[in-house]
């Protein structure tokens, strides 16, 4: 039986842990906007997001499918060009993690209208 969303949800999760995961990449960076030589970290998913979600549209007419085992990748910049060599630019690290914040609230926010929605034809009367 197919469950109800097909891989919906699978795909909300793993981008939720995504988000999870770059919140700490980001706030590494900003731990160390002062440590000598330190180079940023970026963690890169929306790619790879991209990637799976076009592999689900291509495939079989149920779009079920769906890795539970998408990669992060976490690349490290340049160098700075300050005297420390420090990569790192906290205003731009701050309005990234302002950012990530944010997309992790709305993901939760479909995540607890998905779950309300399956409640209701359940139950029948929504909450």
Do not use: C
């Amino acid at each position: 039986m197919e469950p109800l969303w097909g891989g919906a949800l699978v795909q909300l999760e793993q981008a939720m842990r995504f988000r999870l995961a770059r919140q700490g990449v980001l706030a590494s960076n900003v731990a160390n906007a002062d440590t000598p030589g330190y180079r940023r970290r970026e963690l890169h998913f929306a790619d790879k997001l991209g990637q799976e979600f076009l592999k689900l549209a291509s495939s079989d007419t149920s779009h079920s499918g769906g890795s539970r085992s998408l990669k992060a990748h976490i690349e490290r910049g340049p160098l700075g060009d300050r005297p420390d060599r420090n990569g790192v630019d906290l205003p731009r690290e701050l309005v990234e993690l302002n950012r990530n914040a944010g997309a992790f609230t709305d993901q939760a926010t479909v995540l607890r209208r998905m779950i309300s929605l399956r409640r209701t034809a359940i139950v029948g009367q929504p909450r």
